[in-house]
């Protein structure tokens, strides 16, 4: 069915959150025999290429903030928008030829705006719909938020990974009044399945604790150095995941304390299903992942990131997952009385399936 048609995948390239919520697309689409083809860069490119090493890759490059130290990330990219602008111009440039020279049918970006072409069927996924601001700025929320709808309005379809009706995980994030936008919501995107779940219901714990870094620099290594200090002075087995697919080198740590660059999925479903406590940081992604093995976890948000910092006040004001800012957070006050999240519905692969049919079906 259809084998001749290609369909183009392109992730944004802040951290590798955006390209594991790919993973069940691709392999949806690798069902139904269209070619599939990833063009990204740095780590979402290292994380796809580990789970699909049998794809075509093109590398993608494009604009990638640096997060300071204290600064929030909204007035970050206030200040470098004209630089973001023409990195987006710069980017349907280079997509233009990619089209051109792949022979390129269908394109889905996930929320990289400037993969965008009105030459071929395309499709923008979003759990962003509605940008949060510091309080300070909130002045600026309608004109940000205008801004980012006429971004997203060039794309045929917009794709929300998200339950439309409450209880839902990503709150005034991605419902609202949705004008102009031809939104589907499609539920959770994870790299897991429900047959994994069922295989880790039972399983023994090895690790005290599992910590899951991620996300973009200097707030990863300093969560990193944050937490390995406190671990000097608490005797819990350890394993730390860095979040940097390709990096080679592993600094010293003390014998408590394993840790691994990056894992591939069944290795990170092992080792989320063997630990006792998880921490990690509040990518949507990430909870989407906790959400469909149904465990529990403490959200650190990285410090000046607004959504991050919305999704674990929403998510822990409804008692889903613990939320505690990085300012705040010590390992030695991790509870031992977590329990698991069981109530949100994991169990999508309809409704996305149906989605990525009539997409497919309607050019």
Known sequence: MNKQKSILICPLNWGIGHASRCVPIIRYLQQLNYNVIVAADHKPMALLQLVFPELEFIRFPGYEPNYSKSNSLVLKMLIEAPSIIRSFKNDAQVLDKIIQQHRIDGLISDNRFGAFSSKIPSVFITHQLFIQTPKLLNFTKPVINYLNFNYIKKF??????????EP?????????KLSGLNVKYVGPLSRFTIEQYDQIENTEKVYDLL???????PQRSMLESLILNQLKNVKLKTIIIRGLPGE???????DNITMKNHVNQNELQ???????QIVARAGYSTI??????????I???TPGQTEQLYLAEYLGKNGQFTFINQKDFHVSTISKQASDNKVFQTSQDDLLQSTIQSWLSSW
């Open 248 to 254: 080679k080198t592993i600094p010293e740590s003390s």
């Open 156 to 165: 045929n379809e917009v794709w929300i990974p998200d339950f439309e009706m």
């Open 270 to 276: 092992t080792l989320i299903s063997e630990s006792s």
């Open 288 to 297: 989407m992942d906790f959400v469909a093995l149904k465990r529990h976890a």
């Open 211 to 217: 910590v899951l870094l991620s996300g973009p620099e």
């Open 299 to 301: 959200l650190i948000p």
């Open 168 to 176: 839902n995980l990503s709150g005034n994030l991605s419902h609202g």
